[in-house]
C-alpha cells in the first residue's frame, strides 16, 4: 500500500552558491554522500541538488515535512548499476517507522539548471 508520494525540484545554482558558503553542506549532507558527489567533478551541483532534492521530497512523502528530521540522516546512493537508493538514519528511520512504511522508492532527474526527485513509501503489510 503506499504511504505516501513527494516531489520536489531544485535549482542546481541554490548548490552552487551553497558551495561557496564554508561548512554548509556538511550541514545538510551525509559525509559518505558528499564524499560521492564531490568525486564526480563537473557534475557536483547536479547531483548534489537532485540529493537535496531527495530530501525535501522525503519530507513531502511522509506528509509532515522535514521537522525534526536532520538532513543528514537522509542520505541518497547509488547502486552499482547507478539506481539511487536511499539510506534513513537517526531521525528520518525514526519519522519513516512513525509513517508505517517500510519501503522507499526514489527516481532522480537532472537537466542543466533543474534537478527532480520523486520518492514514493510503501508499506508492504
Known amino acids: 500500500m503506499i504511504i505516501g508520494i513527494g516531489v520536489d525540484v531544485v535549482h542546481v545554482h ?9 561548512g554548509l553542506l556538511d550541514r545538510y549532507f551525509h559525509p559518505d554522500e558528499l564524499s560521492a558527489a564531490l568525486s564526480k567533478g563537473g557534475g557536483v551541483d547536479l547531483s548534489l541538488a537532485a540529493r537535496f532534492a531527495a530530501k525535501e521530497a522525503f519530507g513531502k512523502a511522509l506528509g509532515r515535512g522535514l521537522s525534526g528530521i536532520v538532513l543528514k540522516d537522509i542520505m541518497v546512493v547509488n547502486r552499482h548499476n547507478g539506481k539511487p537508493e536511499i539510506a534513513l538514519f537517526g531521525t528520518a528511520l525514526q519519522a519513516l517507522n512513525q509513517s508505517g512504511a517500510d519501503k522507499v522508492h526514489i527516481s532522480l532527474t537532472h537537466e542543466r539548471d533543474n534537478a527532480i526527485a520523486m520518492v514514493v513509501l510503501e508499506s508492504s503489510g
Open 14 to 22: 541554490r548548490l552552487e552558491r551553497w558551495r561557496t558558503i564554508p
